[in-house]
């Protein structure tokens, strides 16, 4: 079992303004798919801070999935991507490029989307939209390859070849 932990990227949820609905979104899609939700935490959206937190949880080993939602848009405050490069060894542009493939079938907003993913020690960080609509679609569509990807990351798998 996998442990995920959870970070929003809200400067109305963290100041309590507005209840975070896109982080109990992935709780529940991650426990439904056999990851152990490690922990949840709603930040402001400050670079710092969110690279604060992903850098304590992964060099920590607290979690072998880092999952965030929030801050990829547009918005003079949205920064969750550049937390991201900041915090990340390698690249993994695959997810979001694959996850803002599948959503443009959606919308064409999709394509607005500045998600990021990449690997720190052995955790793997993923950027997901921050509506909870999104997130399900998101999510839903990546997560029965993460557990592939968390395999071979943390070396339950040596194999990417098909058999």
Known sequence: MYRVAIITSSDAGYRKERADQSGPAIRKIAEANGYQVVSAVVLPDEKQMLSDEMRR??????????????????SPRDCMPEATAEVVQ??????????????????????????????????????????????????????????????????????????
């Open 57 to 74: 949880i992964a060099d920590g080993n607290l979690a072998d999935l880092i999952l965030t939602t929030g801050g990829t848009g547009f």
């Open 90 to 163: 390698r690249l993994v542009p695959g997810i979001p490029e694959a996850m803002r493939a599948y959503s443009a079938q959606f919308t064409k907003r999709a394509m607005l989307s500045r998600a990021a993913a990449g690997i720190r020690e052995a955790t793997l960080i993923v950027n997901l939209p921050g509506s909870p609509k999104a997130v399900r679609e998101c999510l839903e569509y990546i997560i029965s390859e993460l557990g592939h990807g968390l395999d071979i990351l943390t070396g339950a798998d040596a194999n990417c070849a098909r058999k």
